[in-house]
């Protein structure tokens, strides 16, 4: 059975009262047009209480973009805990995205971290790897990836993964810059990860969503989801415009149909 898609649109440090109303009604307005695709919004942190409201009884999901690593809350200044997110409304949250990695030094002991707390905490979360240009031009995109996955399932447990989870693949040469994979470059990268996945447990690769990010836009997204262990996408720059992520939902919608 083809595992349900998912559309994320991760609207990194973007957004405003006013622009989120705008998005949110465009995007409530067209949901449709892929009544079998799970549409999730990530909002700043700031905004989630805000755009709860505005989702109100649609089934648009809500996520939070970081958590802090810790399971318990306290005295760690300028940090969300997964439980705040919760409380608001959010059922996913990102961990481990190439942001945050590149710019926050977040290591794959710190992202594993993470992951293992959004779930104790209740939260799926979306972890999400990808291999720089350089590591893609020598040739190390699988160890890459097979190092970052690697790093959670040994904090975690391969059985953290199946429906409590999603990777999300980023190239990321192809995140904000307007280059995507090929469609047979995310498939490839894809079917290794759920295979690195079936080498430590064949049982819960089958139910783990993979989604492809990076550069997805309304016209490359019904190729990009087409690939057998694609199940959507998270989307960036294209999230922020309510017809471009419907029209990327829509993509997601014919490839489930
Ligand atoms: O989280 C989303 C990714 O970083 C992709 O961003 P992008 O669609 O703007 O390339």
Not at 189 to 196: C, E, N, T, Y
Request: glycine share 12%; with cysteine.
């Amino acid at each position: 059975m083809k595992r349900q898609y998912l559309v994320a649109g991760n609207w990194k440090m973007n957004g405003s009262l006013e622009a989120n109303r705008t998005l949110v009604a465009g995007i409530a307005a067209g949901l449709e047009a892929c009544a079998q695709v799970e549409v999730l919004v990530c909002p700043a942190a700031v905004h989630i209480g805000q755009v709860r409201e505005l989702i109100g009884s649609t089934r648009i999901r809500l996520g939070g973009q970081n958590l802090a690593d810790q399971e318990k809350a306290g005295a760690f200044t300028g940090e969300t805990h997964g439980a705040m997110l919760k409380e608001l409304g959010c059922s996913y949250v990102l961990v481990g995205h190439s942001e945050r990695r590149a710019l926050y030094g977040e290591t794959d002991a710190i992202v594993a971290a993470k992951f293992k707390v959004a779930q104790a905490l209740g939260l799926v979360p979306v972890l999400c790897l990808g291999e720089t240009l350089e590591e893609r031009d020598g040739n190390r995109t699988e160890a890459v990836l097979g190092r970052q996955l690697g790093a959670v399932i040994d904090a975690a447990g391969v059985a953290a993964f199946g429906a409590k989870a999603v990777i999300a693949y980023e190239p990321v040469w192809a995140i904000g810059t307007g280059r995507t994979a090929t469609a047979a470059q995310a498939q490839a990268a894809h079917a290794f990860l759920r295979g690195q996945l079936a080498n430590r447990d064949a049982t819960i690769t089958g139910s783990t969503r993979i989604l492809y990010g990076g550069s997805v836009k309304p016209d490359n997204a019904l190729e990009l989801f087409a690939g057998a262990d694609v199940d959507g996408g998270l989307i960036g720059g294209a999230s922020l415009k309510s017809s471009d992520f419907l029209a990327i939902c829509a993509g997601a919608q014919a490839q489930q149909a």
